[in-house]
């Protein structure tokens, strides 16, 4: 007994000063400090094979950048993030596959990406009963209303709205609707008819094609007999190419009008897109001091020739806008995290961007028409507009 005692009277003794009370400070609060270094873990996934392989590879690759630029700077609140990169492989069941991996095997601190509608919905029956935070890098239909699910893309009010009024005034009052047959399309085809309707206008026509459609044929005979003023494209990821090969091919005079068309089907498609106009929150052309920075850096990483697209620039926000929570938040908790998202802002390569309350990005909206080059030359820049989603009151 006194042997413990004399022991435990000289280690106290000892801890008052040297080395041994700073190895036994260590010793004492392990958990504290492990807290303060362990690494950030966020998750990507995305459609790295399958329909959107061609948009999945550049989101993948501003995520990259976002995260070597935070960790460059010191991490976040001092500490590295780390990722784990997962491929949906634009389907359903992959989306709830590595959603369920990220979050229970992974353990990540937060998941960023997604792109086709059907995979976002798909990852949500996840992740929001898991109270996980997914942060969506893809423009889409809008009218979701969930605390675990924000988005850095635009919603309806911000992309075809500002669009409907502009082509019903400089094109025409009628258009004909050209869509891959899911969510995206069809939702955007009721917010299409409803800013139409409200400029005095019409949709006299809509087809909704299967992914992998090879003949636009009869549609095009459809569309050619409805001689509507201008023709809107949504059709997905490669299809789209095949599209508007035929749409060439047909020699339609009508103006064509796509909300998804970007960088990286003009960069390798100029003869597809010169003269097509298209509205994204972000295009390479935007002239500010960040964008001219972003595409440098873009470009010493992965390539001075490669593209990037307002999906990949919305997935670079969405990294830093997460960090910027944390550090409001002082914690990666998910509920505090969430509670801050609204409350920072970043100065991204479109403009200034923030979370309104609804979990929806006040999105810049650029009007844009494709050149000869590749490039696309703005036509109108709404600037930052306020997300609108119906009945959410988050």
Not at 240 to 262: A, E, M, P, V, W
Not at 293 to 304: N, S, T, V, W
Not at 307 to 314: K, L, R, S, T, V
Request: charged share 20%; with cysteine.
């Amino acid at each position: 007994m006194t042997s413990k005692l004399i022991s435990r009277r000289t280690t106290l003794k000892a801890l008052g000063t040297g080395t041994l009370a700073a190895s036994a400070f260590s010793l004492g609060m392990p958990a504290i400090l492990r807290a303060e270094t362990t690494p950030i873990k966020l998750g990507f996934l995305s459609g790295l094979t399958g329909l959107e392989t061609i948009l999945g590879e550049t989101q993948l690759n501003c995520f990259k950048l976002a995260v070597s630029e935070i960790n460059k700077g010191g991490g976040i609140a001092g500490r590295k993030v780390d990722f784990v990169v997962e491929d949906d492989q634009t389907t359903t069941r992959g989306a709830i596959d590595k959603a369920r991996k990220l979050v229970s095997g992974d353990k990540v601190d937060a998941i960023i990406g997604l792109i086709a509608s059907l995979t976002h919905v798909a990852a949500r029956s996840v992740t929001t009963p898991a109270k996980k935070l997914v942060i969506y890098t893809t423009y889409y239909e809008g009218n979701v209303c969930d605390r675990y699910f924000f988005s850095t893309g635009q919603i309806p009010n911000q992309q075809i709205v500002p669009s409907v009024d502009w082509l019903t005034a400089n094109e025409g009052k009628s258009t004909y609707i050209i869509g891959s047959d899911y969510v995206w399309p069809r939702e955007s085809a009721t917010a299409i008819r409803a800013a139409m309707e409200a400029k005095g206008g019409k949709v006299v026509g809509e087809d909704f094609l299967p992914f992998g459609t090879q003949d636009f044929g009869p549609v095009f005979d459809r569309v050619r007999a409805a001689k509507p003023d201008f023709v809107w494209v949504m059709v997905a990821g490669n299809d789209l190419i095949t599209c508007l090969k035929q749409y060439q091919s047909f020699g339609f005079k009508q103006q064509l009008f796509s909300n998804g068309l970007d960088e990286l089907f003009s960069f390798f498609h100029p003869e597809l897109t010169a003269g097509t106009i298209s509205n994204q929150a972000y295009f390479m052309s935007v002239e500010n001091e960040k964008n001219v920075a972003f595409k440098k850096a873009y470009g010493e990483m992965f390539g001075a020739d490669k593209p990037i697209n307002a999906i990949g620039e919305a997935a670079y926000n969405a990294v830093h806008l997460y960090k910027l929570a944390v550090e409001k938040a002082g914690s990666t908790q998910t509920e505090a995290v969430i509670d801050a998202l609204d409350q920072v802002e970043f100065d991204a390569p479109q403009g200034k961007v923030n979370f309104a309350a609804n979990n929806v990005m006040r999105s810049n909206s650029i009007l844009a028409r494709g050149n000869a080059k590749g490039h696309w030359e703005p036509i109108k820049n709404f600037g930052q507009i306020d997300p609108v989603v119906a009945g959410c009151t988050l």
